[in-house]
């Protein structure tokens, strides 16, 4: 708004301050003709004629009806004879330097125009041809003129300014006013944008106020819109849960409807077994890689079941486990498993105490010391060290192995991700194992984290301490 008045002052302004000159200077050159016409009646012309009698003029100039400050000079063969200014009465007329070069420098029969005469100020002067060769110069100051002029341009600056200011300060005042139900939808979008949307049952409650979406304003229309969205939005989120849901419900359902007939494989391959009677040998290798094979099955079945479970958010048990002496019967565990690798435990004197799930965390143990286990050579060293760190329990699992290939560490604890597929696959690796750390863990407040470079792998858990933020997701 500013920027559009103070263009829209400056042509009004301008163009008043204009038209004002003209008129007064107008109204001075109407006035000093009048002037001029009757000076020379001040002068008795008649007597003397001829180049003496114009040296020799009786009169001064000012008949009847001069205004104060009229000049009138008279100028006689390139000489100014006399050149007086009508003053008020007992004031005495000052003196002016070079008043004769400027006078004579009139041009004679022109136009009027403006002179600066030094003390007596600015005059509007005109010349004129008399009849006895003397030149008359008449003048009429401008001091009256000028003011008036500079009156105007400045109450015309001034009111400018003030009613600039006033404009500034009302339209801040009314902008302001007319974008606060603006400012109240924005903060409605960032409420909304800092829910977590990306999983698990969303609700989105926020919605703006009726009378910020009332669509007969444009900022109503704005919140209106985004009313429609936030329904759009919570009615792709709930629909987007109801499926998950299923598919976690389909998953669940499946993997424990299996592990019925999958026991009954693994019951049945054993007894053929047990039974004692003779079966040709290849039958025998037949069996046992029944058996094999169910086993691994169901221990896939069991991991998919967990997994399921925990994305459903399923609770999980909530009762003090000493980590410490999890880790010591994990890490006998795993040296029963694999006599060749290298086991080195670090174990704080007082035992750790976290609040969580005995058997989950047996189980994040459990697969971090197997993948230590099977996905490095034998002689490899594996350092299982505990310790507490502000309100977190810390546990490392370091080896000195192969370590994980750099394309594979940003989705190693992602389902199903697993390094090198033919020599996994053999050694019965699902790829599962990581993802169940990390669910684990995720539903009782912890964290996992692993850097590898090739000689040096480490997996480090951070589990809170306390009951406090422990909480399942769920
Ligand atoms: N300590 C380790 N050293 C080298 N590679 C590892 C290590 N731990 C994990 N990996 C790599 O990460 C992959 C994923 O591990 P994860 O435990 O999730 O699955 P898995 O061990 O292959 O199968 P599962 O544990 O389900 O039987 C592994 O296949 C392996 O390539
Ligand atoms: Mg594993």
């Not at 169901?298 to 999890?326: F, K, Q």
């Not at 080195?344 to 993948?371: H, I, K, M, S, T």
Request: charged share 20%; aromatic share 2%.
């Amino acid at each position: 708004m500013i920027v559009l008045l103070v263009p829209a002052f400056l042509i009004v302004g301008v163009t008043a301050e204009v038209t004002l000159n003209k008129v007064l200077y107008d109204r001075v050159d109407g006035q000093l003709t009048a002037a001029a016409d009757r000076a020379p009646r001040a002068f008795d012309l008649l007597t003397l004629p001829g180049p003496s009698g114009c040296m020799q003029p009786r009169g001064r100039g000012f008949p009847p009806g001069q205004v104060i400050g009229t000049l009138a000079a008279r100028i006689c063969h390139g000489m100014v004879v006399n050149a007086d200014v009508l003053m008020e009465n007992g004031q005495m007329q000052p003196e002016v330097s070079n008043l004769d070069i400027k006078l004579l420098a009139v041009p004679v029969g022109a136009a009027p125009r403006s002179y600066d005469l030094g003390e007596l100020g600015d005059y509007r002067l005109v010349a004129r041809n008399m009849p006895d060769g003397a030149v008359l110069v008449t003048g009429l100051p401008l001091a009256d003129t000028k003011e008036t002029l500079y009156l105007v341009a400045g109450v015309v600056a001034g009111v400018t300014v003030l009613v600039l200011l006033a404009v500034a300060y009302i339209g801040v005042v009314i902008v302001g006013r007319a974008l606060r139900p603006l400012s109240r939808v924005a903060s409605t979008a960032t409420r909304v944008s800092q829910l977590t949307l990306d999983r698990g049952e969303v609700e989105l409650p926020q919605r703006v106020a009726e009378h910020d979406a009332d669509v007969r304003t444009e900022v109503g229309q704005v919140g209106a819109a985004l009313n429609r969205m936030l329904d759009h939005v919570g009615n792709a989120l709930e629909v987007r849960h109801a499926s998950e849901m299923q598919v976690r419900q389909f998953v669940a359902d499946a993997s424990h409807e299996l592990r019925t007939p999958l026991a009954a494989i693994r019951g049945y391959a054993e007894l053929s077994r047990r039974t004692g009677r003779h079966v040709p040998p290849e039958v025998a290798q037949m069996l046992s890689r029944v058996e094999s094979e169910a086993q691994r099955m169901t221990a896939l079945v069991e991991d998919l079941l967990l997994l399921a479970r925990l994305d459903a958010g399923r609770p999980l048990a909530h009762e003090p486990v000493d980590l410490s002496m999890l880790t010591v019967n994990a890490v006998g565990d795993a040296h029963a498993a694999s006599p060749q690798h290298d086991w080195r435990l670090d174990l704080p004197e007082e035992p750790v105490r976290v609040v969580g799930d005995p058997a989950r965390l047996q189980q994040v143990l459990a697969n971090l010391l197997a993948n230590a286990r099977i996905h490095t050579p034998e002689g490899t060293r594996v350092t299982v060290s505990v310790g507490v760190r502000g309100e977190q329990a810390v546990l490392r699992v370091a080896d000195t192995g192969p370590g994980i290939p750099a394309e594979l560490q940003p989705h190693i604890f992602e389902r199903f991700a697993r390094g090198d597929g033919s020599r996994s696959r053999e050694a019965g690796s699902t790829g599962l194992g990581l993802a169940i750390v990390h669910a684990v863990l995720a539903a009782q407040g912890g964290t996992v984290e692993v850097d590898s470079v090739p000689g040096r792998t480490r997996f480090t858990v951070r589990l809170p301490l306390t009951a406090v933020g422990a909480v399942s997701e769920a």
